[in-house]
């Protein structure tokens, strides 16, 4: 019923800089909290940043200052902007959304992206 499609990963060098896109699709009446979690090998899934429908953000301590969210709610849309990259920036980041879907009645779901991979080194 409702899709995430991530993108924007890839390779940098540290210091650099990356802008991740996710796009919510399907029978969506609106996106409540969205956001963007990572996982490092080895290492247990993160919660990186948050907004609300409203804007409100929250983000994980190692990448404040470093990393902005932000959405744009007519195109069910969030984004990553990561600068200043680090190696230990290093994993699989994935968006996930709390969604009204479209059912009768609507339901409040939380769905996954597939995740894409960003690796920082030189």
């Known amino acids: 019923q409702v899709r995430l499609v991530e993108s924007g990963g890839g390779l940098v060098q540290p210091g650099g800089s990356l802008r991740l896109s996710c796009a919510a699709s399907?029978?969506?009446?609106?996106?409540?909290?969205m956001g963007w979690y990572r996982q490092a090998p080895g290492k247990q899934r993160e919660l990186v940043a948050s907004?609300?429908?409203?804007?409100?953000?929250n983000y994980a301590n190692s990448v404040k200052g470093r990393f902005t969210i932000s959405r744009d709610n007519a195109k069910n849309m969030v984004y990553l902007q990561m600068n200043s990259l680090k190696p230990e920036d290093t994993a699989v980041y994935s968006c996930?959304?709390?969604?009204?879907?479209?059912?009768?009645?609507?339901?409040?779901?939380?769905?996954w992206g597939q995740g894409t991979q960003v690796t920082v080194s030189s």
């Open positions: 907004i609300s429908t409203g804007g409100i953000t």
């Open positions: 399907g029978s969506i009446l609106r996106s409540e909290t």
């Open positions: 996930n959304a709390d969604v009204w879907v479209a059912t009768t009645p609507p339901r409040l779901n939380n769905y």
